[in-house]
């Protein structure tokens, strides 16, 4: 059953009554969470940020891998109301100090040290360089979390409303940010889902940095149709194909490298079909080469 909310949390909330017991993710460490699940920890979740000072029309910055907690994190905002503001992995300080100035963010989440690179260094120097910014970094194991039974009343944003700034890639310039509600994600993530075919019991793969509005854009997808989203903190060409394929991936993407990728594993073994319910391979940013052809 589709669901049509134009807001995230209203999204979290119907899906959570009517599936409650399907999963929406799955991690490359084998951990699961069902829909009611995710409904609840990400309450749990606000209830912590909000211990921290975070309230609605607040703008949150966050530089996270594609962790479970990562996208239970993008919940919890929404049933607070603040604005968030996604940044995606390769940006280093002076990209992540402009999007957190430009935003004026009041909170920047990040990891710790991860794949050799100290953020938590980084987002001490951008808070000691800007007033009012408190930086917290985070590990799986210990993202807020407090009493649900303390969260302030939950408000429906207006369709209009401000609820994310996303940067896009500013290698020869600053980055560049685009403002969106949570209504136009949800138009792309309904209009993806009927692209691609996703439905309940479908398992797509989110294998790329969340914070990117593709990442974004799937969680509004599998909230809509009730798919399983199948979550790798860092890409790998031979564990996440593993990892993708026992998980039975419907929709292994997320672009030419990921394809070619899953082909030179598949022509390793050509007798044996590593997605036998594949839908699609979807893509997005870079051309179809010849050599994308099994």
């Not at 603040?82 to 990891?111: D, H, W």
């Amino acid at each position: 059953m589709r669901i049509d909310h134009q807001n995230l949390w209203d999204l979290v909330l119907h899906r959570s009554q009517i599936s409650p017991d399907v999963e929406i993710l799955v991690d490359e460490q084998g951990r699961r969470l069902t829909f009611l699940q995710y409904r609840d920890q990400a309450e749990e979740m606000a209830a912590g940020l909000q211990e921290l000072g975070i309230n609605q029309g607040d703008v949150v910055a966050w530089e996270l891998p594609t962790w479970i907690e990562t996208v239970i994190l993008a919940a919890a905002l929404s049933r607070i109301g603040a604005i968030q503001n996604p940044i995606i992995a390769i940006y280093r300080e002076r990209e992540v100090s402009f999007c957190v100035r430009q935003a004026g963010a009041k909170m920047l989440i990040t990891p710790g040290d991860f794949r050799g690179f100290d953020f938590g260094e980084m987002g001490q120097n951008i808070e000691s360089e800007i007033p009012d910014l408190t930086h917290i970094a985070v590990s799986p194991e210990n993202f807020p979390s407090g009493r649900k039974e303390n969260l302030q009343p939950y408000r429906a944003p207006a369709e209009d409303e401000l609820r994310w700034l996303c940067y896009t890639s500013g290698t020869t310039a600053d980055p560049k940010g685009a403002k969106h509600t949570d209504a136009s994600i949800a138009a792309i993530g309904d209009s993806m889902g009927a692209r691609l075919d996703v439905q309940e019991g479908d398992r797509p793969a989110l294998v790329f940095p969340f914070p990117h509005i593709g990442g974004l854009t799937w969680l509004f997808t599998a909230l809509q149709s009730g798919a399983t989203l199948l979550c790798d903190a860092a890409f790998d060409p031979s564990t996440t194909t593993a990892f993708l394929s026992s998980e039975n991936c419907t929709h292994p993407g997320a672009g030419t490298p990921f394809h070619m990728a899953y082909l030179a594993a598949q022509r390793k073994q050509p007798e044996t079909k590593l997605f036998p319910n594949v839908k699609n391979f979807p893509g997005g940013g870079a051309p179809k080469p010849v050599q994308a052809t099994f």
